[in-house]
């Protein structure tokens, strides 16, 4: 009597199993909250099924080691740069045709000479604004939150980082 159960258990189990491994993350953490509040033998084989799950995508999951420096990526500032000049380059064609217009007197090369001076200037200038703006949306500030607001999760994951600190002998 009691085999066909067991059986039954096992397949929703191995069902259950199958099913975490096509769900995000946001999925995960639902249904780890759900199962937490389920009472008996399968919720805990469930909320076993779910950390192992959780292990395995930590595990998966490369580190990331945060950047030493201002890292930029060089696609976006190759990228960038290449705006800021060609838009201070048309700027600086059409400031000069200006200039040369008005100025017959004066050689066409001495009329070009400053406004491409100050369109290079203008494209140092803002080519670096552009790569800091980018790199600032890149890598956004981290946020202090109180340990109190964490889930169990972000605590579990604290009281690890503090044992192995310790371990280390960084926290006394």
């Known amino acids: 009597m009691t085999t066909p159960t067991v ?19 946001v999925e995960l953490e639902r249904r780890a909250a759900t199962v937490a509040a389920l009472p008996g033998r399968l919720a805990a084989e469930l909320r076993h099924l779910i950390d192992a799950e959780r292990e395995y995508r930590q595990a998966v999951r490369r580190p990331i080691s945060p ?8 696609a976006r500032v190759a990228a960038a740069a290449a705006g800021v000049v060609s838009t201070g380059a048309v700027g600086a064609v ?64 604290l009281a690890q980082v503090r044992a192995a600190r310790q371990v280390r002998g960084e926290v006394s």
């Open 67 to 74: 950047p030493s420096g201002p890292v930029l990526n060089r």
């Open 94 to 157: 059409f400031a000069g045709r200006a200039l040369a217009e008005h100025a017959d007197q004066v050689p066409q090369a001495l009329v070009y000479s400053p406004a491409v001076a100050v369109g290079l200037v203008a494209v140092v200038a803002g080519g670096s604004r552009l790569a800091r703006w980018f790199d600032d949306r890149r890598h956004p500030l981290a946020e202090d939150i109180a340990e109190a607001d964490l889930n169990p999760l972000g605590r579990h994951l």
């Open 7 to 25: 059986l039954d258990t096992a397949a929703v189990l191995d069902r259950y199993r199958a099913g975490l491994r096509d769900v995000p993350d």
